[in-house]
């Protein structure tokens, strides 16, 4: 998949989904989340390869789905 930043860089990720484990992976930015049981919340953790070597914790992401009346 390909990404864009706000700065106006683009990149490509591989994204994958195993054992309901959704992962995102590129050169310096990774992603692994997954839905709660009842499908209405997605949760995941952003990294960031902050020196060739070493990932850290970047963004956490928490989704939930609106209920519509």
């Known amino acids: ?7 106006g860089k683009s990149g490509f990720m591989t994204a994958s989904l195993n054992d309901e484990l959704w992962t995102f992976t590129g050169d310096t ?8 049981l009842d499908y209405n919340i997605f949760l995941g ?5 902050i020196d ?3 990932w850290a914790d970047f963004m956490k992401v928490t989704l939930v789905k609106i209920k519509h009346r």
């Open 29 to 36: 930015l990774r992603f692994n989340g997954k839905f709660s």
């Open 1 to 7: 998949m390909q990404h864009y930043e706000n700065t």
């Open 52 to 54: 060739g070597k070493t």
């Open 45 to 49: 953790l952003w990294e960031q390869h």
